[in-house]
């Protein structure tokens, strides 16, 4: 571009300065550099102006392009904040989570030992009362052991006369072998149930039906461990069942004869147990 204005201007200088007479065909000559020189004068002032405008184009593309990159840096910033106190939070919710879990693991070991103690207890009550009740077993007793309890059935014809509520006296020796082993065992919780079978009563004065009968025969096998064998009282409990849980449902003579019976559910105290699960 200097070099066009710098030849533009020599011209200018030689047509008003020089005193010399030029040809017409050099004149033109001239005039056609000068015409020349013009066109590409305004071209090039065409072409800076194209290229300032896209200078100015890209410098407003890079303010734009490093405003983005300062956001992104911003967000990047953020995110890797974030990403520590979560990384940080995440860190002690598994420990606070392994710890609560070591706990809980220890709490169910003690739970299985309790469990493992009890079935112990129980197996070796249930052996102990079989060997000191072996002499009445072929007499209507059992001994045997449903959901961790151990269950004493007597049917009603080793303790009671046909429609009586009192204890005969091979019944009271059946019931004493069991209570000489119920007094070794103080952990042991007693219920008594009375149980009979779906024929009507009748003729049996105060007693009106089964629930009578079964409750009363109850309470007088739970008076004679506790009033005559003194078991504590606060360990024994009597209930009725009447005839509404049978163990045979045949219906003929020998199966009502299995329901008419005596049960007393010995279960260990849990105490320990329920303290563990609270």
């Not at 200097?2 to 033109?28: E, G, M, Q, W």
């Not at 490093?66 to 520590?84: E, H, M, P, T, V």
């Not at 360990?235 to 019976?261: I, M």
């Amino acid at each position: 571009m200097k070099r066009i204005l710098f030849i533009t201007t020599i011209l200018a200088a030689s047509s008003f300065s020089s005193c010399v007479v030029l040809s017409n065909k050099k004149y033109k000559t001239l005039l056609s550099q000068k015409d020349s020189l013009s066109a590409g004068w305004d071209a090039a002032k065409v072409k800076v102006s194209s290229l300032e405008e896209e200078i100015g184009r890209l410098q407003a593309d890079t303010a734009r392009l490093n405003a983005r990159i300062i956001d992104l840096q911003s967000s990047l910033a953020g995110l890797n904040s974030n990403y520590s106190a979560l990384r940080a939070n995440s860190s002690t919710e598994i420990s606070k989570l392994s710890e609560d879990l070591k706990k809980r693991e220890a709490r169910l070991k003690e739970v299985e030992d309790v469990l493992r103690k009890r079935d112990e207890a129980t197996n070796a009550l249930r052996d102990k009362l079989q060997k000191a009740l072996l002499g009445f077993q072929q007499s209507g007793l059992s001994v045997d052991i449903r959901n961790g309890k151990v269950y004493v059935s007597l049917t009603d014809k080793l303790l009671f006369a046909s429609g009586s509520i009192v204890i005969d006296d091979k019944g009271k020796q059946a019931l004493k072998g069991l209570a000489d082993v119920l007094k070794t065992q103080p952990e042991i919780n007693i219920s008594v149930e009375g149980h009979t079978d779906d024929q009507r009563i009748v003729n049996l004065g105060q007693i009106k039906d089964n629930w009578d009968l079964s409750v009363l025969r109850a309470t007088s096998v739970v008076r004679f461990l506790t009033d005559e064998q003194k078991l504590e009282n606060s360990r024994v409990t009597a209930t009725g069942k009447g005839q509404y849980q049978p163990v045979d449902a045949a219906g003929t003579p020998e199966a009502r004869s299995h329901n008419r019976r005596i049960e007393i559910v010995l279960s260990p105290k849990l105490d320990e147990l329920y303290n563990l699960i609270k």
